[in-house]
């Protein structure tokens, strides 16, 4: 790595993006509003520095901005195209997995500890139906038998309370 991308790396990721916005705002008056201020001839000189900080702070700007908007919005779509495919699941349900499903409704949601092993708790899982909590470190073994924890999504338990013919 050279000196540029190294000194970019480090400018980037340690100003806070507080710092960053200030030095775009203060170029930026001092570019484009020293006239009517009356202090062109003050910051004029420096007018090359100016437009290298100004340009870099918005740079940057313009990155973290559209990297927190894209990741918001690729999340959100996800999101959208799980439901989407975990409503379509839930009217395709063996009986096995409506029987699970069954004892969630009936208990509103609450955990059900169980063996990852099991094929119909495993395919409500892989299907976005059901959610393992995180485990803390060192809790691999949850209980006795090495059950473990698992969860109904909450848009799925609604779905479920609303279509109980699902169930039957």
Not at 27 to 49: E, M
Not at 52 to 81: Q, Y
Not at 121 to 126: D, H, K, P, R, V
Not at 146 to 157: D, G, K, S, T, Y
Request: charged fraction near 15%; charge should be positive; hydrophobic fraction near 40%.
């Amino acid at each position: 790595m050279n000196w540029w991308d190294s000194t970019l790396n480090w400018l980037t990721k340690t100003i806070p993006w507080q710092v960053v916005f200030g030095l775009f705002v203060t170029t930026g008056v001092l570019l484009f509003l020293s006239r009517p201020l009356g202090i062109y001839d003050w910051a004029h000189p420096y007018r090359g520095i100016e437009i290298a900080v100004f340009s870099f702070s918005g740079a940057v700007l313009l990155a973290n901005t559209s990297s927190s908007v894209g990741r918001w919005i690729i999340k959100s779509v996800h999101d959208w195209r799980m439901r989407s495919h975990g409503k379509k699941y839930l009217h395709h349900l063996n009986p096995e997995e409506k029987a699970f499903c069954k004892r969630f409704v009936e208990t509103n949601g609450s955990p059900l500890p169980h063996n990852p092993a099991n094929g119909a708790i495993s395919s409500l899982l892989a299907n976005g139906i059901l959610w393992q909590p995180q485990q803390g470190w060192g809790q691999e073994h949850q209980g006795r038998d090495w059950l473990f924890e698992f969860n109904i999504q909450r848009w799925a338990l609604e779905y479920l309370k609303a279509h109980r013919e699902l169930l039957s």
